[in-house]
């Protein structure tokens, strides 16, 4: 079982930065999968980004590569999301997953945890 808990959003005007962090429960956090997606009002949840076991391989949504950087820290049982270039279409509540599945990529199917979520809002 794993707990997940999310921080760092917030009101950002255009082209400006935000990081998300999602402080993970469990001592075994270094065995799953961590992503974020996102869901703006009136629309489907969207897959934003996906971390290995590792730290070694990353995989992004096409609206979000070259912007969005996905890191984790594994002493600190801690997955980021540093979000630079913000767009007002970024708007949405990011939600933090982890998923035991050492493949899982994030874009296939839901994850088997989520984050309670964190607003982010983009000013134009």
């Known amino acids: 079982q794993v707990q997940l808990v999310e921080s760092g959003g917030g009101l950002v005007q255009a082209g400006g930065s935000l990081r998300l962090s999602c402080a993970a429960s469990g001592r075994t956090f270094s065995r799953y999968v961590m992503g974020w997606f996102r869901q703006a009002p009136g629309k489907e949840r969207e897959f934003v980004a996906a971390?290995?076991?590792?730290?070694?391989?990353?995989y992004y949504g096409d609206s979000v590569k070259g912007r969005f950087t996905i890191s984790r820290d594994k002493g600190k049982n801690t997955a980021y999301l540093q979000m630079n270039s913000l767009k007002p279409e970024d708007t949405a509540v990011y939600y933090c997953a982890a998923d035991s599945d050492p493949y899982y990529r994030g874009y296939d199917r839901s994850p088997d945890y989520w984050g309670q979520g964190t607003q982010v809002t983009v000013s134009s």
């Open positions: 971390i290995s076991w590792s730290g070694g391989s990353t």
